[in-house]
Nanobody, 121 residues
Framework: QVHLEESGGGLVQAGGSLRLSCVMTGHTFSLYAAAWFRQAPGKEREFVASHSANGGLTAYGDSVKGRFTISRDGGNAFLQMNSLKPEDSAIYLC????????????????WGQGTQVTVSS
């Protein structure tokens, strides 16, 4: 059974950085496309970044381009978040699917529980 678990969230001041990690157990993560989404209270789930299973193709949501970087290393996926803003505060969720990486949350089959990121002004 595939299981995803995120870590690395926390409280940070505006302008600061955080690095989120996502580990997959139960299967080989490198065979899956990976993505990060986020959800703030009262808002819809928002695409943050995705990374293909091979070839290293990445994509980013408009609100995080130039500030966030998604990467992978074997059985882990990472999200480096720089120049954080209060509006980046949300629960960040790792997702995986066995196919092309997309920006659509409904395309993803496997989800972690999420990690809270709070950015203070």
């Amino acid at each position: 059974q595939v299981h995803l678990e995120e870590s690395g969230g926390g409280l940070v001041q505006a302008g600061g950085s955080l690095r989120l990690s996502c580990v997959m157990t139960g299967h080989t993560f490198s065979l899956y496309a990976a993505a990060w989404f986020r959800q703030a209270p009262g808002k819809e789930r928002e695409f943050v970044a995705s990374h293909s299973a091979n070839g290293g193709l990445t994509a980013y949501g408009d609100s995080v381009k130039g500030r966030f970087t998604i990467s992978r290393d074997g059985g882990n996926a990472f999200l480096q978040m720089n120049s954080l803003k209060p509006e980046d505060s949300a629960i960040y969720l790792c997702a995986a699917r066995g196919g092309w990486a997309t920006s659509v949350s409904n395309d993803y089959d496997h989800w972690g529980q999420g990690t809270q990121v709070t950015v203070s002004s």
